[in-house]
Nanobody, 128 residues
Framework: VQLVESGGGLVQVGGSLKLSCAASGLHFDYAIGWFRQAPGKEREGVSCLRSFDGFTYEAESVKGRFIISSDRAENAVYLHLSSLKPEDTAVYYC???????????????????????WGKGTLVTVSS
């Protein structure tokens, strides 16, 4: 499985950005989504999507501002970021959990210890 992120960059407060994750090697039942890690903080789950039924989840800290989406034909997952705040500054990682019934891990078990596959991350910097 390979996950490759793109789309990070520098954006002003209140701005928008679209992150992309090109996924390959995932089959059948899986959960895929995004984590982020701010400087000096632990990695946290931001958003996830279930392959089984298309259910999506966004964490309370980003709800209403970030939206996860996917394009199965392109094997891609996206994170649409809007109304960005300085506290959104972080490295954003695409992540996936694979295997039987894995999609059920989203959102209740969308945690770093449950993730099977990680991308290398893309940096988002929000300037004030």
């Amino acid at each position: 499985v390979q996950l490759v992120e793109s789309g990070g960059g520098l954006v002003q407060v209140g701005g928008s950005l679209k992150l992309s994750c090109a996924a390959s090697g995932l089959h059948f039942d899986y959960a895929i989504g995004w984590f982020r890690q701010a400087p000096g903080k632990e990695r946290e789950g931001v958003s996830c999507l279930r392959s089984f039924d298309g259910f999506t989840y966004e964490a309370e800290s980003v709800k209403g501002r970030f939206i996860i989406s996917s394009d199965r034909a392109e094997n891609a997952v996206y994170l649409h970021l809007s109304s960005l705040k300085p506290e959104d500054t972080a490295v954003y990682y695409c992540a996936a959990i694979g295997g039987y019934s894995s999609s059920k891990r989203c959102p209740g078990r969308w945690t770093t210890d449950a993730v099977d596959y990680w991308g290398k991350g893309t940096l988002v910097t929000v300037s004030s």
